[in-house]
Nanobody, 114 residues
């Protein structure tokens, strides 16, 4: 199973971006999903998570600005990012879980200019 991410790019501070990811196999049964990020010289951190029941959890630095959602029919997880700040600049990774394993995407760059 491959996790395919899309939606990264360059945006000015205060702008918005939407990231999406999907499993490559149509038979994938999505359990939990999440987005994580890693900035240069820093550890990977949790940005947002969404459970199979739709419960969400956010990192403190993105609460109120980012929204995670899922489309169970398409097995996709999306991250709507608003009011972006330069400190949001990082490589963003999608994580999808089924009942057996946890799968990571290759990452998509988000750059927020000041």
């Amino acid at each position: 199973v491959q996790v395919v991410e899309s939606g990264g790019g360059l945006v000015q501070a205060g702008g918005a971006l939407r990231l999406s990811c999907a499993a490559s196999e149509s038979t994938f049964s999505l359990n939990n999903g999440g987005w994580y990020r890693q900035a240069p010289g820093k550890q990977r951190e949790m940005v947002a998570q969404i459970s199979i029941t739709g419960n969400t959890n956010y990192g403190d630095s993105v609460k109120g600005r980012f929204t995670i959602s899922r489309d169970n029919a398409k097995n996709t997880v999306s991250l709507q990012m608003m009011s972006l700040k330069p400190e949001d600049t990082a490589v963003y990774y999608c994580n999808l879980e089924d009942n057996l394993w946890s799968y990571w995407g290759q990452g998509t760059q988000v750059t927020v200019s000041s």
